[in-house]
């Protein structure tokens, strides 16, 4: 399995901002992923962080909205930019261990007011 | 169907078992999960069933997997109020002709345990 830590936990924010969340990994990995979870669905999957390449985003998001680094292969950031109230969701890190195993981290809990 | 569908809601007493369904979109996904999202909690990895299986069991938790009818099962026996969560069902496609392929998930079932 893997350690997976995000920063911050939770945060209120105000239209028009952008937040940075970051996600850390206690292990080298390869492929690290972003899901956005809306109250009461399903985790839809934001874009794949590629280690030394730019982000594959899935349809629907893009990068000027969702910027991506992932510089090493134990990191990555997601910012959600020029935030609206739908934007508010929890945002998830998470890292796939072996091709069929992926692991998730805690979650940011994003309000934006 | 499009999505993976879950029933939303399921109530048992402490000390009963619970079997929660889940039917998948892919006859041809190779790996099948379970998540347990806990209040306040990301998502933990349960257990996961290799496609060319149809049941596997672990301690409490007993998964069935029906390929014909791509329907999935998780039993936990001996429910504990510690159990209660949200339980996703997920299929692993592969997508693009990548050789990784990528999770769907259903929306979750919440699993209420009465003591």
């Known amino acids: 399995s893997a350690v997976i830590s995000q920063k911050p936990s939770r945060d209120i924010c105000q239209r028009g901002t952008s937040l940075t969340i970051q996600c850390q990994v206690d292990s080298q990995v390869t492929m690290m992923f972003w899901y956005r979870q809306q109250p009461g669905q399903s985790l839809t999957l934001i874009a794949t962080?590629?280690?030394?390449?730019?982000?594959?985003?899935e349809s629907g998001f893009v990068i000027d909205k969702f910027p991506i680094s992932r510089p090493n292969l134990t990191f990555s950031t997601l910012t959600v930019s020029n935030m609206s109230p739908e934007d508010s969701s929890i945002y998830l890190c998470?890292?796939?261990?072996?091709?069929?195993?992926?692991?998730f981290g805690p979650g940011t809990r994003l309000t934006v007011t | 169907g499009e999505d993976v569908e879950q029933s939303l809601f399921l109530s048992v007493r402490e000390g009963d078992s619970s079997v929660i369904n889940c039917t998948y979109t892919?006859?041809?996904?190779?790996?099948l999960y379970w998540y347990k999202q806990e209040p306040g909690a990301g998502l933990q990895l349960l257990t996961y069933?290799?496609?060319?299986?149809d049941m596997k069991q672990d301690q409490r938790l007993t998964v069935l997997l029906n390929k014909k009818d791509k329907h999935l099962s998780l039993r936990i026996a001996d429910t504990q109020t510690g159990d209660s969560a949200i339980y996703f069902c997920?299929?692993?496609?592969?997508?693009?002709?990548?050789?990784?392929?990528?999770?769907?998930f259903g929306r979750g079932t919440q699993l209420t345990v009465w003591p």
């Open positions: 892919d006859s041809s996904s190779t790996y």
């Open positions: 069933i290799f496609s060319n299986m």
């Open positions: 962080a590629n280690q030394g390449s730019e982000a594959t985003y």
């Open positions: 998470s890292v796939s261990v072996t091709s069929y195993e992926q692991y």
């Open positions: 997920a299929e692993m496609k592969s997508d693009r002709g990548s050789t990784l392929g990528r999770l769907y």
